[in-house]
């Protein structure tokens, strides 16, 4: 494996382009999360928006607030693939990805082990040539956490048997590693802002209740909306089988809340799923 680095390349448009405007707007976000109590003993994962920090970043910043309070040195960051075909699921395969805030070394041997025990993920550049929705997460994530590795999966046309192939194999690495799991989705596209709010709070009380077996084909029919449904439906299955997990909805809005019109909005939920 060469030792190469994926180069950021939405810096300047989904966030800023200097480190010092990335820690100002982070910083920004942060301090506006309103805390949530509850009784959190292992948290297996978030979900957090991707869309431009000006429309979701107030949402995304939910989520790693509750990752900045955990002692987190691993995080793998399952992102939807927007630009390129893939069948399965993608890992970059070189050394660090990076962005205007410094390089981020992945975690080799993590990526060894999920490669070797399953079928369904393959090292690949497939995914993350042109990719946002993978790389807006990770500002959040150097800006709350001193040192961490990342594993940096982007999923394509996956199907229900290998989202539960994923999802076992997380939970069996989980016995032997910690690590956080980042579920990177934004909800209903392009609805007028009741509409969106209707089919977003249908998705988000089925994630309550872990009503999560159907999330794929749902996803195909469009009965249910989220682009990153595949990182969601990993991150649940694979809390259900590692444990007894709760649900906790930590931020909901749309476009529409934070500065874009009412007429065609794109939903944005941070959540924890935790024990």
């Known amino acids: 494996m060469s030792n190469k680095t994926r180069q950021a390349i939405v810096a300047g448009q ?7 405007a990335i820690k100002r707007s982070i910083k920004k976000y942060l ?4 805390q949530k109590d509850f009784d959190l003993n292992k948290l297996y994962g978030v979900i957090s928006p991707h869309a431009g920090y000006p429309y979701s970043g107030e949402i995304a910043a939910y989520s790693y607030d509750i990752i900045a309070k955990q002692e987190a040195h691993k995080i793998i960051v399952i ?3 927007h630009r390129e075909y893939i069948d399965g699921f993608s890992i970059y395969p070189g050394n660090y990805y990076a962005t205007p805030l410094g390089k981020i070394p992945l975690d080799m041997d993590l990526i060894e082990d999920i490669t070797k025990r399953t079928s369904c993920v393959k090292k690949a550049m497939t995914g993350h040539k042109q990719e946002h929705s993978l790389e807006v997460q990770l500002p959040f994530l150097q800006y709350i956490l001193d040192e961490f590795s990342l594993i940096p999966i982007v999923a ?3 199907e229900k048997e290998q989202v539960e192939e994923l999802a076992e194999c997380l939970a069996d690495l989980s016995n032997e590693s910690q690590f956080t799991v980042v579920a990177s989705s934004d909800l209903s596209h392009f609805h007028g802002y009741d509409q969106a709010n209707e089919i977003d709070r249908e998705l988000i009380e089925r994630l309550k209740k872990f009503k999560v077996s159907n999330l794929v084909q749902a996803h195909k029919d469009r009965s249910l909306e989220a682009c990153g449904m595949i990182p969601i439906s990993v991150l649940m299955e694979y809390a259900l089988k590692a444990g007894e997990p709760s649900f906790m909805e930590l931020d909901h809005r749309n476009s529409g809340d934070t500065g874009g019109t ?3 909005v794109v939903g944005y ?3 924890a799923v935790y024990e």
Do not use: C, I
Request: hydrophobic letters at 35%.
């Open 31 to 34: 301090d506006k999360v309103e």
């Open 14 to 20: 989904f966030y800023p382009a200097s480190s010092t």
């Open 79 to 81: 992102a939807p693939s």
């Open 269 to 271: 939920l941070a959540a």
């Open 156 to 158: 394509g046309k996956v």
């Open 262 to 264: 009412r007429d065609r």
